[in-house]
C-alpha cells in the first residue's frame, strides 16, 4: 500500500484544515487507518485513527488533546482516510503522517506497515 497525504498549509488559531489520505491497492478496506503528528524536536505521536470498517462498524479513536475537534473519517470506495481539523491550535503545529495497519488496535507508531510521506500543518497564533 501507497500512502499520499494532502492539505496541509498555514491556517491562523481557531481556523480549520482537512487532510486527505490517497492510498493505493486494491485492499484498503481491511486496513486500520490513521494519524500521526510529529512537532519540531519531539517524537511521532498518535493523533486519530480509525479500524477497518467490517471490523466493530468502524471505531474511532482519538488522542485526548485532539477529542472534540479532529474527526476521522474514511471512503472506502476512494480509498482515502481524512482528518477535519477545526479549532486548530498553535500547538498542533507538526507534520502529519497517515499510517496503514492490519492488526493493531489502535494504531501504534511502531506497529505500522505503512507510512505515507507528511504533510505540513502550521497553526499561526
Known amino acids: 500500500v501507497q500512502l499520499q497525504a494532502s492539505g496541509g498549509g498555514l491556517v491562523q488559531a481557531g481556523g480549520f484544515l482537512r487532510l486527505s489520505c490517497a492510498a493505493s491497492?486494491?485492499?484498503?478496506?481491511?486496513?486500520?487507518m490513521g494519524w500521526f503528528r510529529q512537532a519540531p524536536g519531539k517524537e511521532r505521536e498518535f493523533v486519530a485513527a480509525?479500524?477497518?470498517?467490517?471490523?466493530?462498524?468502524?471505531?474511532?479513536y482519538y488522542t485526548d488533546s485532539v477529542k472534540g475537534r479532529f474527526t476521522v473519517s474514511r471512503d472506502n470506495a476512494k480509498n482515502t482516510v481524512y482528518l477535519q481539523m477545526n479549532s486548530l491550535k498553535p500547538e498542533d503545529t507538526a507534520v502529519y503522517y497517515c499510517?496503514?495497519?492490519?492488526?493493531?488496535?489502535?494504531?501504534?507508531?511502531?506497529?505500522?506497515?505503512?507510512w505515507g510521506k507528511g504533510t505540513l500543518v502550521t497553526v499561526s497564533s
Open positions: 499510517a496503514a495497519e492490519t492488526s493493531t488496535w489502535p494504531l501504534v507508531a511502531h506497529a505500522v506497515d505503512y
Open positions: 491497492g486494491r485492499t484498503f478496506s481491511s486496513y486500520h
Open positions: 480509525i479500524s477497518w470498517i467490517s471490523w466493530s462498524g468502524g471505531m474511532r
